[in-house]
């Protein structure tokens, strides 16, 4: 049989296909992958990420698209988390008090002997009733296992501490309704949404999944516009993404919303607002602002479907949520943005008052043995040390060695969540599963340390001579041994589990197979090993939960009003929005990224408003000390406009003395301002005076900008909702649409359309849905190696990061969010004045940066018209161990003398290519090279993490690509696109529903005589 051109021709394509086989092999070698799991955000809602593993190392997390806390998005504290994981400072062995005093090393046995030598001696003197659990933010599956312990062995029960409770929210529903359990809000079916200082975009409920309710009910994009206002003392983020700031003075929101309902019609509740009477509410808020009041709560009245929300973290917190909750029932919107499931979710988080009882008992001896768990009661409860320092014995699980730790007699490490088991109750209707993501974290030793041999069989992993793991255990597998060595059979063997409990991986089996036989319709008729695998790759169990319709009780109570302080000056303290109640303070990243409101880093402020500052003889340079009950702390002084006269607000979340190098020593603590409502349900954490003295020159405050004006240039654009449809231009503005009808000159040399025939990457950014949350800021970190360079270093502006939030304040008050990052201009000024053309222009549309190349002139950041790369001045990722570990492999680590900028994250890029590729290589080298990847296929980092889903990338040569036709919208514009710099990056305008609209008006360089509008096919129309 003869040997045919046909044959030769199939065998130079078999090997073709093998060849470029075996290059997907290899890459399969070091496939990324992506392990469910979930992550606790401020009030320890569940947030489900992936896991996204390389050289089984988890090096970021990304949304779990499949989790309803989450649908695929993050927040900044979540990106961060990786950085807790391989923190150096994480607690790594079991540690015990000396005779001398001080906390030494010990082994795991002796740790365990001690804790039953401990319980041992209470529980045979039957003084249970003396030991005690204080639980901080934990995971359902943790609380579950201390729970029942706790009631097999009669000692108190479990009070968890956090620092905004869901305890008076639930306390309101049953006082109201009858409702036992905590009601679940749906911001998205919203049309007017009211807030009473709760920073719901930030800190308050569950940010995550608020920031993308909030969008769908208020982004212009989505067709239905809400409305949202804030009533409040401080301008928040969360103030400025509503559509109105009304001010009102902290601890004066249970009158604000008494006068509210007036205005929305008191009707069946007036018996329980008798106990509120109008007339004192009106005369603690005054006449003007009472109508305000009024006339917002008849527009609360008319809207199809109100909500009305409230901090709760004021004196009169308790009686303000339930008025919240109260006003949203009488307008109307129980049943539809306030729901109340038929089976609800407890609530989290003690009230207060039992945290401070509890601690008194420990202070005075009636508890002699304190079991703390993820709290740090030393930092956030006043009165929290001086507790512990007279403790009899403390023993405490965690991660961090922080003031508690530091306080305890016994320190015992548990794992980090991404290396453990476990479930959280994310709500009524979904069980968020928590799975090791990756090998328990190793950790370098001395050279003279010998390799602890008894850890390399250890059943996880054998680890390498010099390496050993962060000594640590699941929580529960620490409770589990616990009640095996006192022999009290609380875990012993079941029906379901002959075996008992023994480990977390069993704990968290054993819940997921009793979900699926309380809600059988989740197993999809698959067996149960089967089941078992789907859960875990899906990362959450949902079985939808109904609500069930509540009526008001006919002897339905609002809670008392607790006094109301009056002064001059009146003290708020708000949760830091990336650093919460302080248990992130020791992760670089959430310290570095500026606070979107104040742009300060790396410490504690005062926001004073100009004329209050002036009053108390201070400035910017300044210090001021804050005082009451026999507390101090002196913070540097920031006047803003964005603050009521009157009111000095201070963040909580740094002042640590212990936690790490990242932690300590950075800012101050004002939690010991605080104090806990005469009623016990909260912590009072404004609306309290405070004593002030001035500290003239003492206070340099870092921030990475130190302007919020747009001084005339048309950076931040806005339209109002009457035009929102249609294209209204800034005057003087001139616009290069890149397209042969577009006579804009310059001096640039055109890149041609076929060279970018194939692909041209771009992205769009809806300035009307960014809410300035920063997680895009923290994915960039996360994704590409961008370095932290500490306080010092940002104070003479050699911060690196790749994409900045911009916030511009207008004469009207009305304040806008701007994500800056390169625009990969196609007439980039940053690439012809390279000397050694570090800076090009790629095929693909992209303005590339060789970093071997690179001589560190600085030129191209010299003529960067946006000002968005960075130089790297030293080598800012000789990090101590394991930090490394946190490199994305994918990334050029960057070394010193090189400039370096977003990328749109081409490493994605480049996967996606290849991914396309993949999915033809069995037809072909031509439909090899022109394969293209699908829209959707590639999502940046900043894409992927943002809640709001601000940003939206693709491939503009690709007419399918959905890019192309929001490039074309009427709100589009380019960023200063009357310099002709061709930028990839197009936003849309912000749309203003109230007020009018600052207009601001930039010369043209040129005559407008030679502007034509655009023609058709082009990516913008004329500006």
């Known amino acids: 049989m003869g040997f045919g051109v046909g044959s030769a021709a199939q065998d130079s394509n078999n090997e073709w296909r093998k060849q470029r086989k075996g290059n997907f092999d290899r890459l399969d070698l070091l496939v990324v992958e992506r392990n469910a799991t979930e992550v606790f955000d401020p009030t320890g809602s569940g947030v489900g990420v992936r896991a996204r593993c390389r050289e089984g190392r988890v090096i970021n997390l990304e949304g779990n698209p499949e989790h309803p806390g989450s649908n695929g998005s993050i927040s900044a504290r979540v990106a961060a988390q990786t950085q807790g994981l391989y923190n150096p400072d994480r607690l790594a062995k079991p540690l015990r008090r000396t005779d001398g005093g001080q906390l030494a090393e010990i082994e795991w046995p002796e740790a365990m002997e001690t804790l039953r030598i401990w319980f041992r001696e209470r529980l045979d003197a039957g003084r249970a009733g003396a030991i005690a659990w204080l639980t901080g933010e934990i995971a359902d599956s943790d609380a579950a296992v201390i729970e029942a312990f706790a009631q097999a062995l009669g000692t108190r029960p479990p009070v968890n501490l956090r620092l905004q409770p869901e ?25 007017f949404l009211v807030s009473f200082g709760a920073d719901f975009l930030e800190t308050w409920g569950d940010p995550v999944a608020q920031i993308g309710a909030f969008t769908k009910m208020h982004a212009h994009r989505e067709g239905v516009v809400g409305r949202a206002i804030y009533v409040g003392p401080r301008q928040s983020s969360t103030a400025a993404s509503c559509d109105r700031w009304v001010k009102l003075a902290p601890g004066k929101e249970a009158a604000a919303l008494r006068v509210l309902i007036e205005g929305i019609g008191a009707g069946e509740a007036a018996h329980a607002l008798s106990t509120v009477p109008l007339a004192a509410a009106q005369q603690v808020l005054g006449d003007e602002l009472s109508r305000t009041l009024l006339a917002l709560g008849q527009e609360v009245a008319a809207a199809e479907a109100p909500l009305v929300i409230a ?21 109307g919107g129980t049943g539809r943005t306030i729901i109340f499931p038929q089976v609800p979710r407890p609530p989290r988080g003690a009230r207060h008052g039992e945290v401070k009882s509890l601690l008194d008992d420990v202070q005075s001896g009636a508890v002699e043995m304190l079991l703390v768990h993820s709290a740090n009661p030393a930092f956030l409860m006043p009165g929290g040390r001086a507790a512990l320092e007279a403790a009899g014995t403390v023993v405490h699980f965690g991660t961090q060695h922080d003031e508690t730790a530091h306080l305890a007699d016994l320190v015992l490490p548990i794992h980090h969540f991404l ?41 996880t992993a054998k680890l390498d001579a010099g390496l050993m793991r962060f000594d640590s255990r699941p929580f529960p597998d620490t409770v589990f041994l616990l009640d095996a060595i006192l022999d009290t059979g609380v875990f012993g063997p079941s029906a379901e589990l002959p075996h ?58 609002l809670p008392a009003q607790n006094p109301v302080e009056s002064g001059s000056i009146t003290a708020l303290l708000f949760p830091h929005p990336f650093l919460v109640d302080g248990r992130d303070a020791d992760k670089p990243w959430l310290q570095e990224i500026p606070e979107t409101s104040t742009a300060a880093v790396w410490d ?118 009457a035009h929102a449809g249609e294209r209204t231009d800034y005057p003087g503005v001139h616009f290069d649409t890149g397209q042969p009808g577009s006579n804009l000159r310059s001096m640039y040399e055109r890149h041609e359309a076929t060279v970018h025939e194939q692909f041209m990457w771009g992205m769009t950014v809806d300035l009307d849905a960014c809410v300035g949350c920063g997680a895009c800021v923290a994915a960039c970190y996360a994704e590409n190696n961008v370095p932290f360079v500490g306080k010092e270093l940002i104070r003479k502006g050699r911060e690196m990061s790749w994409l900045r939030i911009e916030k511009y304040v207008e004469d009207t008050g009305e304040v806008r969010h701007l994500p800056n990052l390169c625009q990969h201009c196609h007439n980039a000024p940053c690439e012809p004045v390279c000397p050694v053309h570090a800076a090009y222009h790629t095929y693909e549309g992209l303005n590339g940066q060789v970093y071997n190349r690179c001589v560190g002139t600085r030129y191209c950041s010299n003529n960067c018209t946006y000002k968005v790369r960075r130089f790297n001045w030293f080598d800012y990722h000789h990090v101590p161990e394991p930090l490394n570990l946190l ?27 290849e991914d396309a590729r993949r999915a033809v290589l069995d037809q072909g080298d031509e439909a090899y090279q022109a394969a293209r990847p699908e829209d959707g296929a590639i999502t940046p980092a900043c894409a992927q993490a943002c809640p709001a889903k601000v940003f939206h990338f693709g491939n503009m040569a690709d007419p399918t690509h959905e890019v192309n036709a929001i490039r074309q919208g009427p709100r589009s514009y380019h960023l200063l696109g009357d310099l002709g710099t061709r930028p990839s990056v197009t936003y849309l305008k912000k749309v203003v529903r109230e007020g009018e609209i600052a207009v601001h008006t930039h010369a043209a360089p040129h005559d407008e005589s030679v ?4 023609t058709e096919g082009s990516t913008h129309a004329h500006e």
């Open 167 to 191: 305890g008076n929210l639930a306390a309101a529903a049953r006082d109201l309704f009858g409702y036992s359990g905590v009601p679940e809000y749906r911001i998205d079916q919203a049309t």
């Open 311 to 331: 901090n709760g973290s004021g004196p009169d917190g308790a009686q303000a949520r339930a008025l919240a909750l109260l006003a949203t029932h009488l307008a």
């Open 419 to 459: 290396e453990t088991w476990g479930y959280h109750q994310c709500s009524a209707s979904a069980l968020g599963l928590i799975q090791p993501a990756m090998r328990p974290v190793p950790r370098q030793l001395p050279d003279d340390q010998p390799y602890p041999q008894h850890l390399a069989g250890s059943g």
């Open 500 to 557: 008992g409990l023994k480990s977390a991986e069993d704990h968290f089996v054993a819940r997921v197979m009793a979900f699926a036989a309380e809600h059988p319709e989740v197993m999809e008729g698959l067996a149960p090993a089967a089941f078992l695998r789907e859960a875990k790759r899906r990362g959450v169990l949902i079985a939808p939960v109904p609500s069930q319709p509540v009526t008001l009780r006919s002897d339905a109570s």
């Open 604 to 721: 504690t402020w005062a926001e004073i408003h100009p004329a209050t500052a002036e009053g108390l003889g201070v400035g910017l340079g300044d210090s001021i000390t804050l005082a009451r009950d026999g507390a101090e702390i002196t913070v540097p002084v920031l006047p803003l406009e964005q603050v009521m006269q009157g009111v000095i607000a201070v963040p909580i979340g740094n002042g640590h003395e212990r936690m790490g190098r990242y932690a300590a020593g950075v800012g101050a603590n004002p939690m010991p301002l605080a104090h806990v409502a005469q009623s016990g349900d909260n912590l009072v954490l404004h609306g309290f005076t405070v004593e002030t003295r001035a500290q003239a020159g003492t206070g340099e405050l870092v921030r990475t900008t130190f302007m919020q004006t747009q001084l005339g240039r048309p950076l931040a654009q806005a339209t109002d909702l």
């Open 887 to 913: 490199f994305n492999p994918d990334v050029t680590v960057r070394e010193r003398g090189v400039m370096e900028k977003c990328t749109f994250c081409t490493q994605r890029i480049r996967k996606g290519r």
């Open 1011 to 1014: 502007v034509e509008p655009a």
